[in-house]
């Protein structure tokens, strides 16, 4: 007995000194294909998955989360493009299951198409609206990675998703999976002044996803003690924090930005469907007749 006590405590403490490999995505805004640049187009979710499996992620201490506009973008859709960006819609949402996501929160844009085609889009998905109302829709995920307890809260700005006050949300939320040498992440489909007020307001938050179409953070920014991450709109990179929870207060973080450029080329099981739906972009379009 006294053997496996011993060996549990190794076993926690080993695990205790690795960091969390914190995989994020915000704003995808649908983007299942390449950017369509001209030079060097990045993103898409073939690239994105060959990546994630090149890198070769533990699963016992990797969380993927995602926040913001994830299905659709801020366009005004012409009648012939919907039939296309549903395809894409649930090309998405498949994708984000195969990366093996932990929680996500939607943004502004994903109901654009009705909340019935986005409750059978995302069905499969763990949504997490910390601020709503709605008792069928997750309030908090609590996972264990790296040996440390993790709660993902979540919140939103799209109203349809009967969303409450986010910061009295997150105080209510926070108090309730406080945990002792536990970690919260915070997925903020927010703008910035509510971000700050939210980082600023609710404590013992250790990790922020921020949304929207403010600045990259190509360095963490660090506000009271939450440390924020966020990347560009659009689906070109995926983001990696390296998160240690021992060596918060040091505000050394391991933050990488990895663009989803040719590098990540390959054929894997989303090529054909991705081709379908490029095909279909193309022939949808009207043509100007001679």
């Not at 990696?240 to 050394?252: A, D, F, G, I, V």
């Amino acid at each position: 007995m006294i053997l496996v006590i011993l060996f549990s405590l190794i076993l926690n403490f080993a695990f205790a000194q690795n960091p969390i490999n914190i995989i994020y995505t915000n704003d995808l805004e649908g983007s299942v294909a390449t950017c369509g640049c001209a030079t060097d187009p990045g993103g898409g979710v073939v690239r994105a998955m060959n990546w994630y499996k090149k890198s070769a992620f533990s699963p016992s201490d990797t969380i993927y989360i995602n926040s913001g506009s994830t299905l659709f973008s801020g366009s005004a859709y012409a009648s012939y493009e919907v039939k296309t960006i549903k395809l894409g819609a649930v090309i998405m949402a498949d994708f984000l299951s195969a990366m093996n996501l932990d929680a996500y929160t939607p943004g502004e844009n994903d109901s654009k198409l009705g909340l019935d085609f986005f409750t059978a889009t995302t069905k499969k998905l763990p949504i997490l609206i910390t601020n709503s109302s709605d008792k069928k829709i997750l309030k908090e995920i609590n996972i264990k990675r790296a040996g440390y307890d993790i709660t993902i809260l979540g919140v939103s700005s799209n109203k349809k998703f009967s969303v409450s006050d986010p910061v009295k949300a997150l105080k209510d939320a926070v108090k309730k999976n406080k945990k002792k040498g536990g970690v919260m992440i915070l997925l903020a489909d927010v703008d910035e002044k509510t971000l700050n007020t939210i980082a600023k307001q609710v404590s013992d938050i250790d990790v922020i996803l921020s949304s929207g179409i403010q600045e990259q953070l190509t360095e963490p920014l660090a506000i009271k003690d939450s440390v924020v991450v966020r990347l560009l709109e659009g689906g070109d990179s995926v983001g990696l924090l390296k998160y240690h929870p021992e060596k918060k207060k040091e505000e050394k973080f391991d933050n990488q930005i990895i663009y989803l450029g040719s590098a990540y080329d390959k054929e894997n099981a989303f090529s054909a469907r991705v081709k379908k739906y490029e095909e279909l972009q193309k022939t949808a379009a009207p043509r100007l007749k001679n």
